[in-house]
Structures are given as C-alpha cells and as structure tokens.
Nanobody, 117 residues
Framework: QVQLVESGGGLVQAGGSLRLSCAAS???????AIWFCQPPGKEREFVAA????????RYADSVKGRFTISRDNAKNTMYLQMNSLKPEDTAIYYC???????????WGQGTQVTVSS
C-alpha cells in the first residue's frame, strides 16, 4: 500500500491559481497518478490522470486548458497546477494511484480548495 499526502490547497479568488502536490511514500511503478475532486454535496469525480512515463494524460472536460497534471518520479511526487480557477472548482481534492486513469487503489486524505467569487 502507498501512503499519499496532499498539500497546497487553500482559499483563492476566482481567476487565481493554486498548485497541489502529492507525495508518495514509495515509488509507484507502472501506476497512474490521478487527481479526483469532491465538490460540496456531490459525488467524487475524476479531474486528471497521468501515466508513469507521462506519455498518457487525460483531463475532465471541465478543467481542460486550465489544469495541468504532472509527476516527478524521482521525487515520488505528483502535481496539479490549477489556473483560471472558478468558484465551481471549489472541492476537496484527492490524489490517488492506480492501474488506469480512472481506477484508484490508494488515496490521499484530501486537501480543500475554495475559490471565492
């Protein structure tokens, strides 16, 4: 099992940026790095995923062109750069690892992102 710890959440005004980080306790060979979010009162939903090599990246339609997922395998860390934030991006953001873009085996504890209008 991989331990995942997110950081970087907070309060930001609409149009602003945040960068989330997620540190893994060990290398996650051949695993996708994935970000999910859970808006208030809603189900958890997929945000973005990146393969081990970085050659395969997927985004939810709602974040395309605004969010960028990346990973640094040497540091066992994944990132989510969030630009042009909107109030509807307000959610708890979770990092995860798994065998495919939308399938997670291990989860972080979540970090709150709040975007004010």
């Amino acid at each position: 099992q991989v331990q995942l710890v997110e950081s970087g959440g907070g309060l930001v005004q609409a149009g602003g940026s945040l960068r989330l980080s997620c540190a893994a306790s060990r290398r996650t060979f051949s695993s996708y790095a994935i970000w999910f979010c859970q808006p208030p009162g809603k189900e958890r939903e997929f945000v973005a995923a990146i393969s081990w090599s970085g050659g395969r990246i997927r985004y939810a339609d709602s974040v395309k062109g605004r969010f960028t997922i990346s990973r640094d395998n040497a540091k066992n860390t994944m990132y989510l750069q969030m630009n042009s934030l909107k109030p509807e991006d307000t959610a708890i953001y979770y990092c995860a690892t798994g065998p495919a873009a939308g399938i997670a085996d291990d989860w972080g504890q979540g970090t709150q992102v709040t975007v004010s209008s």
